[in-house]
Structure formats: C-alpha cells, structure tokens
C-alpha cells in the first residue's frame, strides 16, 4: 500500500509529462503482473493463448457433484420414504384406536381412566407379539445377545389429596419417577399384570405423565433395488400418555426416532458389488477433481475422510451435499463478474448490502415487537399464534401477501376486546411493513441500481489500484506478438523473448540489437 500510495504522489507532482521510461524495473514488473491478474479468462486467452482449464475444472466440479446430489437425493428419499412409513406402521401397531391421523402435535386422546388402561395393555401385548404381527422385516433390538427390556415411567406428584368437594386440596409440586423394566419372557407370562398391580395403580389426580419405551430393529431392503445394500436401523419408539394440563383430556404422543447402525453379516452378492466398484470408482473420480479446483482444502478433505468412517446420519450428509452444491454453484459468479454486462446484480448486491441491512436492524426492531405482542395478546385465540415461532412465520407470510384472509377470518370472537384488537395490530402491520418497508427496502436496492447503472454509463470512479495500472500500456494481442517473432525469426535469441510478451518497442530494439550483433 505505501508503494501505491508514492506513486500517486509521484504522479499528482509530475503529471502526465512522466513517461514509462522513469519507472524502475520492478514498477513495470508489478504492472504487468497486475494487469494479468486482473483479466478474463477470454482476456487472457486473447492475449496468450491460454487455455482457461479453471474455468473447465470448475464447470466439471459442478456436474459431478451434481451428480453425487442428485444420487444421494434418490436413495435419501427412500430412506425418509421407510421412516416415514415404519412411523405410521409403529403408530397402528402400538396405539389403541389410532385412527392414521395425528391429532394436532399429537397422536391421539384418552378421557377415561379406562382408556388410559386400555392404550398401556394394549402397547405392551402389542409389543409381545410383535414377530407375529408386523409384515416388515422388524425385531427386538439386543444388548450382548440380551433382548432389550420395554421400559415404563410414571411421574406424579411426591404426595397429594384432592377431596370430592374441591374445597380443599393438598398436593406437593415436587415430582418424582417410578420405573418398571419388563423384559419379553416376562411380558409374555400371564402372570405379569397381577404382580406388577401395585404399580399400575395410578392417581391420576397426581399423576403427570406416564412413558413406555422400548428399542426395535429394521432393516430397508428398498436399497436392494437400486443395487445397493441394505441399511440396518435402530428404533428408539417412546409412547407418552401426558396428564400436565390435568383438564380431563389426556393426550397421546408417540416419538420414534430411527438411528443407522452397522448391518452385521452382510454380504455382497452380484451386482450389488459390481455397482458398489462404479459408484467408489466415480466417487475417486470426484476426489481428485476437488482437489484440482481447492488445493486449500485440504484439511477439510481429511475431515471429511474421517467423518466417511463414523457418520451415518443421513441428515448431516444432506446438510453437507446441499452447502456444498450451493457453494460451487455460486463459485460459478466470479466468473461472470468479468464481464460488463453480467455482474450488474453482483455490483448492485455489493453496493446495496450495507444499506439494506442496516435497514433490516431498524425493521427487525419493529418486527420482533409486532411478534411478542402477537404471540402474547392473540395465542390464546388463534392457532396461528400460539408459539413465537409461528407468530413470526405468520407475519412474514402476511409481508408477502400470502394467506390473509384466512389469518382474519380464523380469529374466534370469544372476547370483543380482543377480536378489535387483532384487527387494528393485522391492520397496522400490513399496512407498514408492505407499504412502507417493503417499499423502502425495495427503493434501497434499486437505488444501488441506479448508482451502478450510472457508473457503467459513465465510468466507475478510479482506484488507486486502477490509477496505477492506467500509467501502463495494454498488453500488446497475440497477433502482434506472432508478428514480432516472424520479423526476428532467423535468430535464436528472438525465441527468449520473457513470458510477459514485450511491448512493441522493447521487442524491436531487442530484435535490432540481435541482428546486429550477428
């Protein structure tokens, strides 16, 4: 920077009487390489000839991990097509009365004592007989050999009583847990509700919530289809019977979270091993592709080695193939950044990122306030509103002009306070955020246009880069330095000519002073 900061000051004082004849060797150097570093891939394959095999790497660095995408895209969908429907399978299968759709966040409801009986029973005999009812290739998950026990807690409150009359009522709000581990030869003895009577006994006065848990083995054979092979999973299935409200109405969540584990004894057979070679021999065929574009990245590579040897899970492999996509596809801008008439939305995005988002600090603080209020007055009286996140994905649907009528028309008119209410903070909200921040968040960026418009008109203002590159001549096209060489071809030292291909000037004096000396 101080170099750059003397030669302005040199040519302030000297003015455009100073030639490039007083600039020492390495000014002229550092131009030259400056210049170069500066062009097109066009520009320097006009000027020298070369062949701009970056771009090329990048453009087969986009297809191929495409491809690797768009592959793991289809075998993740059967993967999330099997926990889906393994989901559903477990829900019919362990839940009494379940109807095949979720009521809300929920599975399903109990209002009688009787039922919650029912609903515990049943997902424990269910579970028993589970080799005899499932039409899915499932198991009970083992430890050491061992089959892993259903577990049940309850939790209720330490202590309390509750007479008849309401009038008067003792409860501890401490809680505590009593759990019940039930393995399969006990399940299946007949015996096992009589002795476990104490424990089902339950207070539903006090109690809170009870839980049972239990593991189950699967194994995807779709994989086998497509010539791969299958995956093994372990399911962690939890059925909740939560009593907190204490309203009457119990509700019935059920949770089946499916982690990918090693399949043991698996062995590869026909073309599943002849396709598994094609897929490592492309997947080489990548690697070394990547390593060509980022040679920098090579610790992120060994990382991402050994995360190859421990990671299973399908959903960090998706949210690394999906960044990574978007990066090199977006890596494919810069390249379009040399050219004049391509990079008006990077100019304008670069021009208009500080004002826009000082602007979304001031919007944010009016759109947080709008939210908590939202979230706080109307919760109670529409669902949209019952969680801040869903306050907040409402709003910015309504900025967007999506789904308002419904939003207005779903309010209950319970209280007419607040039915007012939700018209004047609705009204209020559309009318500034879409007629006046949105239209100035709007005015910002095409303001930023304008300025770049003008600039590509008239000429972007001067850096002190580009002040010191303008005291340089053009590099001298690949036409004129072919002709310089069949002038001075009879001699040998024309062939020595630098890399930089010298301006006409130097390349005549040197071809002079060789023929010369011959």
Request: proline fraction near 2%; aromatic fraction near 14%.
């Amino acid at each position: 920077m101080d170099f750059f900061v003397r030669f302005n000051e040199t040519f302030d004082s000297r003015g455009s009487t100073v030639t490039s004849q007083d600039f020492s060797a390495e000014e002229e150097a550092l131009r030259e390489d400056l210049r170069y570093y500066f062009m097109s891939p066009c520009e320097k394959y006009r000027m020298r000839r070369k062949v701009p095999w970056k771009l090329g790497v990048q453009i087969l660095k986009i297809i191929m991990v495409t491809t690797q995408l768009v592959l793991f895209g289809l075998n993740n969908q059967l993967v999330i097509s099997y926990k889906e429907e393994n989901s559903m399978t477990f829900k019919n299968l362990f839940l009494k009365g379940y109807t095949g759709t979720d009521e809300d966040d929920y599975s399903r409801a109990v209002y009688s004592q009787q039922d919650v009986y029912d609903c515990v029973f049943f997902a424990i005999d269910q579970y028993a007989l589970l080799k005899n009812l499932s039409v899915g290739p499932v198991s009970y998950a083992q430890d050491d050999s061992e089959v892993s026990p259903l577990v049940i807690c309850k939790q209720h409150y330490r202590r309390g009583s509750v007479h008849s009359s309401y009038e008067s009522n003792d409860i501890d709000p401490e809680t505590e847990t009593v759990c019940l581990t039930l393995d399969i030869k006990t399940i299946e003895d007949k015996e096992w509700k009589m002795a476990n009577a104490s424990f089902f006994n339950l207070d539903f006065y006090r109690l809170v919530n009870l839980r049972i848990s239990f593991r189950l083995n699967g194994i995807n054979l779709q994989t086998i289809r497509s010539h791969e092979l299958p995956d093994c999973y372990e399911f962690f299935i939890t059925i909740t019977f939560d009593n907190q409200g204490h309203s009457g109405k119990m509700k019935v969540y059920f949770d089946s979270e499916a982690i990918s584990i090693a399949c043991k004894n698996c062995k590869n057979i026909g073309t599943v091993q002849k396709n598994k070679r094609y897929l490592l021999v492309f997947d080489v065929f990548v690697i070394v592709t990547c390593l060509t574009s980022a040679v920098l990245c090579t610790r992120s590579i060994v990382l991402a080695i050994k995360l190859l040897q421990s990671l299973t899970s399908y959903d960090v492999c998706s949210i690394f193939l999906g960044t990574s996509t978007l990066l090199v596809w977006v890596g494919v801008i810069r390249y379009l950044g040399y050219f004049q008439k391509y990079n008006v939305l990077i100019l304008t995005m670069r021009a208009a990122f500080p004002k826009v988002l000082r602007f979304c600090c001031c919007a944010g603080m009016i759109y947080l306030g709008y939210t908590f209020c939202g979230w706080i007055v109307l919760g109670p009286y529409h669902e949209k509103f019952e969680g801040l996140s869903r306050v907040a994905e409402c709003l910015f649907s309504l900025v967007n002009g999506d789904d308002m009528f419904a939003t207005f028309a779903q309010f209950q008119e319970k209280s007419t306070l607040v039915w007012l209410f939700s018209r004047v903070y609705l009204y209020s909200f559309i009318s500034l955020f879409i007629y006046m921040v949105l239209s100035l968040f709007i005015a910002l960026i095409t303001d930023s246009y304008e300025t770049i418009k003008n600039y590509q008109e008239n000429g972007f203002p001067m850096t002190d880069l580009q002040r010191f590159l303008k005291r340089y001549r053009d590099f001298p096209s690949s036409e004129s330095c072919k002709e310089q060489e069949a002038k001075c071809s009879f001699v040998c030292c024309c062939n020595r000519i630098n890399s930089f291909c010298m301006n006409q000037e130097t390349a005549m004096r040197h071809c002079t002073f060789t023929f010369l000396l011959s």
